[in-house]
């Protein structure tokens, strides 16, 4: 690992890291985002025949009643026995986000509130490269469901069997997805933003994906809804003396495991340091002046995932602000947030914690303002909106107002 300085050029790039190459492939991503819009599903299996190298009719696009009942034939049945804990604990944890509606009754019939309604359709897209990856089908379907979304698709890429993972499969229908489509990249995210032949159009789109995918949400947003913009995974350990090395160490090798990750180390402990730097793993070592250095660096960087391994966690757990998730304590490493423990593993990367916060109720919901005013409560504001309408130049607003004090 590498050791680096609170002042170093190199801390100026972590803190200014971005999550996509988007001017590379800007171009690329627009053409397959046009063509889509354009040509639809002959689109959608042309692409699918270039990148995936699958063949198919449009019929073809969607999984069929057949292979996904067939799915649950190719799985282990503990598999569905764990399925069965993680949605308990997920269900637990969403439901305390559940928002309420509400009213708020003023003086003279004024009435304000605000009703919040799931949205009619998501769309998810699960990235499926060299393993897929299960896990995000709950993880990003099980909150939308919580929520009340009427209308679940899930788009991920074909095997070269032209199938999808049976898990992914499973997961899908136990879940009541209402529909899985074979398509992956860019061409999958023009689907569900515009719609086709075969594919209905959503209302949001969710999930994480590869560049290309990062960039289609980038390019839709606006004609669609987006949860985030994730790019590669990251981890911070805030650590001193008091911790423990080899659990520093396997928790940075499992971020290794994510292709283009960052994995930081923020210690004042030079013993520490000195110890971790001698380990092969692709990651930084940052020396600070205490633990509270290491709390407002770690506001600074903003990471994805967020471990405090030293002896009063929660001390330092206060001074955080900016960060996806937090694990506190020596047990809580953050593969139990990837799989298990219930808040989603969709969280925000590349710095972007500082205003995105991981997936929640709030991305799979609206909320309506609602406005009530009597006669006698417009009467009271009469001249306030005319003045200001008057100031703005809006004549026509101020009359809506005095024709209804008109004789």
């Given amino acids: 690992m590498k050791v680096i300085k609170y002042s170093s050029k190199e801390l100026n790039k972590i803190l200014n890291r971005n999550f996509a190459k988007r001017r590379r492939i800007e171009e690329r991503v627009k053409r397959i985002i046009d063509d889509v819009r354009l040509y639809g599903d002959d689109a959608l299996i042309r692409y699918t025949r270039k990148f995936d190298r699958v063949k198919f009719t449009p019929k073809q696009l969607r999984v069929s009643a057949a292979e996904m009942t067939g799915a649950y034939q190719n799985i282990d049945k503990e598999f569905i026995a764990a399925l069965k804990v993680v949605i308990e604990n997920m269900t637990k944890f969403y439901q305390r986000q559940i928002p309420k509606s509400w009213k708020l009754k003023e003086r003279d019939g004024i009435i304000l509130g605000e009703n919040y309604a799931p949205l009619d359709s998501?769309?998810?897209?699960?990235?499926?490269?060299?393993?897929?990856?299960i896990s995000s089908v709950y993880m990003t379907v099980l909150p939308a469901k919580i929520a009340g979304v009427k209308e679940i698709c899930v788009m991920t890429p074909p095997n070269k069997f032209a199938t999808v993972d049976p898990h992914i499969?499973?997961?899908?229908?136990?879940?009541?997805?209402?529909?899985?489509?074979?398509?992956?990249?860019?061409?999958?995210?023009?689907a569900m933003a515009f719609g086709t032949k075969t594919i209905r159009k959503v209302d949001k789109i969710i999930g994480p994906g590869n560049p290309y995918v990062t960039e289609a949400k980038r390019q839709v947003f606006g004609y669609v809804g987006l949860d985030?913009?994730?790019?590669?995974?990251?981890?911070v350990i805030i650590a001193n003396q008091h911790s423990n090395p080899s659990f520093i160490l396997s928790d940075l090798a499992a971020q290794a495991e994510h292709s283009g990750g960052l994995a930081i180390v923020i210690t004042p402990s030079k013993a520490l340091a000195r110890q971790l730097r001698k380990e092969p793993l692709k990651g930084y070592i940052i020396m600070v002046k205490n633990l509270d250095h290491a709390?407002?660096?770690?506001?600074?960087?903003?990471?994805?995932?967020?471990?405090?391994?030293v002896k009063s966690p929660n001390r330092i757990l206060k001074k955080i602000r900016n960060t996806g998730a937090v694990f506190v304590g020596p047990?809580?490493?953050?593969?139990?947030g990837d799989y298990i423990a219930g808040p989603s593993h969709v969280l925000p990367t590349g710095g972007t914690a500082r205003f995105f916060s991981g997936l929640s109720i709030s991305d799979f919901m609206r909320s309506t303002h609602i406005i009530s005013y009597s006669k006698k409560a417009l009467e009271g504001v009469k001249a306030l909106v005319?003045?200001?309408?008057?100031?703005?130049?809006?004549?026509?607003?101020?009359?809506?107002?005095?024709?209804?004090?008109?004789?």
Avoid: C
């Fill in 122 to 133: 998501i769309g998810v897209y699960i990235p499926s490269g060299q393993v897929p990856l």
């Fill in 295 to 309: 709390a407002e660096l770690t506001n600074e960087i903003a990471p994805e995932h967020l471990e405090i391994m």
């Fill in 386 to 407: 005319e003045k200001i309408a008057a100031l703005e130049g809006l004549p026509k607003h101020a009359e809506a107002i005095k024709i209804r004090f008109k004789e």
């Fill in 228 to 235: 985030m913009m994730a790019g590669p995974s990251e981890i």
């Fill in 169 to 190: 499969l499973v997961v899908a229908n136990l879940l009541k997805v209402d529909a899985v489509y074979k398509i992956g990249g860019a061409q999958a995210i023009a």
């Fill in 331 to 336: 047990y809580s490493p953050t593969p139990i």
